[in-house]
């Protein structure tokens, strides 16, 4: 939110009143209270005017720093609250000066001055933000003076902060949004909407960012958050709520992975997914005519092509029209819907339907959540309704417990039954002309509604399924939601212009603590050209989950072409080939918080050509993808500084610049990184068998003078074995914990084929004798 127009002028009626000084202060358990006047205090007359604005800082954990402001003690702040891992005891360390309070955690200070009162943050010596001025304030809209409070004249309230932005400085994250990848000179306004994914609306708002710098900050308010990113003013990041309390993280890294890190410590590790979940998924579609026959024959054709589906996804109509959502199944249409998901089960597919928490009029939950109370209600007590998707449509009120119970116990039926994963769609209109079970804050509940929704669902499956079996689909969420996964990118179009807004979506989602991400395999509305369905599978099936859906026409690809069909084939089987190193980087992402899709810049923060990269990504570690967005087959793409080899023709690149070269549809940029140890996979029929079993193991571009370390896991997380290898003149050791089947070292050289090297069973150790320059 914008409160000034240029450098000098406020907007009218606007009214800062910002700490001047520091007037007391108390130090108690770990924690430093300012009592900060919004007036210099230079004589007795002066503690008449202006406010007393009270900033409390503290550390729940090293390298993170609170700031608390408020205004007036007696103003109840009501929920909901994120659920935040933050422990009550601070740990920071004060010292005072004569001039300043200095406040440490572990690697990150705060310099609070006390006249004039500033904020400076520093990593050592290094200054890496301040809040000075206007930056941290109560601001007044509408203002004409004290007496308005008392006349009951209108004045809007806003608490405000603001921290500056060095040369060079590029923020990024703030959720799943589709516009600039780099933020600055957006205004990013946390609204959940229901907007697609060619417009500035988001499904995911998350009050997050992080810098090129090594920091991060978490706004920790579920109601609207306006950010304006180097818009208002070029050298800020600035952020505004409602009302007279304002409450931040600052996040120290030095590295961008550190900061996710630490926010994930704070707002939760996203959960790690069955690893069936991350083989091919296959949609009903939308509105699209289908019935078991029809799903069957999806199946089986996947099959007779070789192509490895591991999931089936029904759309709505799976219920009867008018009585989404019902959660009961359209008996006209599917007469025996358990007979018919153990038949799937069968043919080794799992089984996820769509579900929302709207409830129609016409659905039987209506009267049921009615008459018990259930649905939200408006502030005269009617049941809160409108036309919006489904016609008469309420909404299940999950502040209720009951209702939360309620809700269960319906899902509980269906996976009873057979049902693996539920979709979970919408969440994003969330009205705020209503009045919560709990006595929530309508404002704070619209975006907090869609953690609720899915935590409900979530909590279901692991009660089912057991803890590491549970999944969604999801394609709302807020802060935490990534504690939930899996998320996908929302309604898109079927052209090259929305894959790519998809993936920079995705990537922005990504650096925002999301540790998976997925989206609609050939675009949703409309539909796609075979040219662009076969390079959206490649795209597909190289992200951390992959699934085909559409909106009004099938995403089969034999609807595509022959062609189509053998480039779904030959990715899906090297995705399940790349199982062990794709699900190594998963449980990164549940226990770090390091996302599987990372943006160039998180992985590359020191390379400058990185730093607006959204066209291409790393997916672990290791491997750079960087698909096709055009009908010429050229790829563009930039390598970091290094060696790298392509994964599918074993071509070496020296990175350090970019390249444009052509490509067929079963190959696109695909690269691996020097000294990376790659574990593929003895099967690729399915995404889910024995990792640790006659693996393979590539060694490539092994580097003098430098280790290399990986691990291996089962299919359940568990961990199996390390490999680890030391490069020393032209000696290679190669350190296994167990058995595998064949090890290759590739070298730099030409582009021949790598050695194999046999190791011998029960043999931890295996030395090879490298011949620089040469392939062996």
């Excluded at 993280?249 to 997914?273: H, Q």
């Excluded at 009908?631 to 610049?657: A, F, Q």
């Amino acid at each position: 939110m914008k409160f000034n127009e240029g450098c000098w002028v406020k907007k009218p009626g606007v009214e800062f009143f910002a700490p001047k000084e520091v007037h007391f202060h108390k130090e108690c358990c770990g924690q430093l209270v300012l009592s900060t006047p919004t007036v210099f205090v230079n004589n007795r007359g002066d503690v008449t005017e202006g406010m007393m604005l009270h900033i409390t800082v503290s550390s729940p954990a090293p390298d993170v720093i609170r700031v608390q402001l408020k205004h007036h003690a007696g103003t109840k702040v009501y929920g909901p609250n994120y659920e935040l891992n933050a422990s009550e005891d601070s740990i920071l360390e004060v010292t005072e000066t004569e001039e300043a309070f200095f406040c440490v955690t572990g690697g990150l200070t705060l310099k609070i001055t006390k006249k004039p009162f500033s904020m400076t943050y520093l990593r050592g010596d290094e200054v890496i933000s301040k809040t000075t001025g206007n930056d941290l304030a109560i601001v007044k809209t509408n203002w004409h003076g004290y007496m308005q409070d008392i006349e009951g004249d209108t004045v809007d309230t806003y608490a405000k902060g603001a921290m500056s932005l060095g040369v060079g400085e590029l923020v990024y994250g703030l959720g799943e949004h589709f516009t600039a990848f780099t933020k600055n000179g957006q205004q990013v306004d946390m609204w959940n909407e229901d907007g697609g994914t060619n417009t500035e609306l988001s499904y995911k708002n998350i009050p997050f960012y992080l810098t090129n710098k090594g920091y991060g900050v978490f706004v920790n308010h579920s109601e609207r958050v306006s950010f304006e990113v180097g818009s208002e003013f070029v050298t800020r990041v600035s952020f505004s709520v409602s009302g007279g309390n304002l409450d931040y993280y600052v996040l120290n890294g030095p590295s961008m992975k550190d900061v996710l890190k630490r926010y994930t410590d704070l707002t939760g590790k996203p959960a790690l997914p069955p690893a069936w979940s991350f083989g091919l998924w296959l949609s009903t579609s939308f509105t699209t005519d289908y019935d078991e026959a029809t799903v069957t024959g999806f199946i089986d054709r996947m099959k007779e092509n070789g192509i490895p589906l591991r999931a089936i996804h029904f759309d709505p109509y799976w219920m009867k029209e008018f009585q989404w959502t019902s959660l009961l199944w359209d008996e006209r249409v599917f007469p025996d819907p358990k007979g018919m998901l153990r038949r799937f089960h069968e043919k080794g597919v799992k089984v996820c339907l769509w579900i929302n928490p709207y409830i129609g009029e016409e659905s039987p939950l209506f009267a049921e959540g009615m008459e018990k109370g259930y649905l939200l209600k408006r502030p005269n007590g009617d049941v809160w309704q409108w036309e919006m998707w489904t016609a008469g449509m309420g909404i299940v009120d999950f502040t209720n417990p009951d209702a939360y119970a309620w809700f269960q116990e319906k899902l509980g039926n269906l996976v009873d039954m057979g049902v693996d994963v539920f979709k979970t769609d919408f969440g994003e209109r969330i009205p705020t002309n209503v009045s919560w079970f709990d006595g929530s804050n309508p404002e704070k509940m619209h975006n907090y509604y869609t953690y609720l929704y899915n935590k409900c669902v979530f909590e279901l499956l692991e009660k089912k399924h057991g803890k590491g079996n549970a999944v969604l689909y999801s394609r709302s969420a807020t802060a935490g939601g990534q504690k939930f996964p899996i998320h996908w990118g929302g309604d898109c179009w079927s052209d090259y212009e929305s894959m790519e807004q998809s993936l920079r979506g995705g990537l922005s989602l990504t650096m925002s603590g999301f540790g998976y991400w997925s989206h609609d395999i050939g675009g949703f509305e409309d539909t796609s050209t075979p040219d662009v369905y076969k390079r959206w599978t490649a795209f597909g099936l190289l992200s951390s989950h992959s699934r085909m859906h559409g909106s009004h026409s099938y995403r089969c690809p034999w609807l595509y072409g022959d062609e189509a069909t053998e480039v779904a084939r030959f990715f899906s089987k090297l995705k399940a080939k790349l199982m062990p190193y794709l699900f190594q980087t998963a449980i990164v992402a549940s226990t770090e918080g390091v996302p599987m899709m990372r943006s160039m810049v998180m992985e590359f923060t020191e390379d400058r050509n990185t730093h607006y990269l959204d066209k291409q990504y790393m997916l672990g570690d290791s491997i750079l993808v960087a698909p096709i967005f055009n009908d010429k087959g050229i790829g563009e793409y930039y390598l970091p500084d290094g060696t790298w080899t392509h994964l599918l023709s074993g071509e070496v690149r020296e990175g350090g610049r970019w390249y444009k070269e052509a490509y067929d549809y079963f190959s696109l940029p695909l690269f691996v990184r020097e000294n990376s140890i790659l574990v593929m996979g003895q099967q690729n029929d399915r995404p889910d068998y024995d990792y640790e079993e006659n693996c393979e193991l590539r060694i490539y571009m092994p580097k003098e003078g430098e280790n290399a370390k990986t691990l291996v896991y089962t299919n359940r997380g568990e961990r199996a074995f390390s490999v680890e290898t030391v490069c020393n003149g032209n000696s290679l050791t190669i350190y296994t914990e167990k058995q595998v089947a064949s090890i290759c070292v590739l070298l730099p050289g030409d582009n021949g084929k790598a050695r194999e090297i046999t190791v011998v069973p029960g043999e931890k150790e295996t030395v090879v004798t490298l011949q620089k320059k040469t392939r062996i």
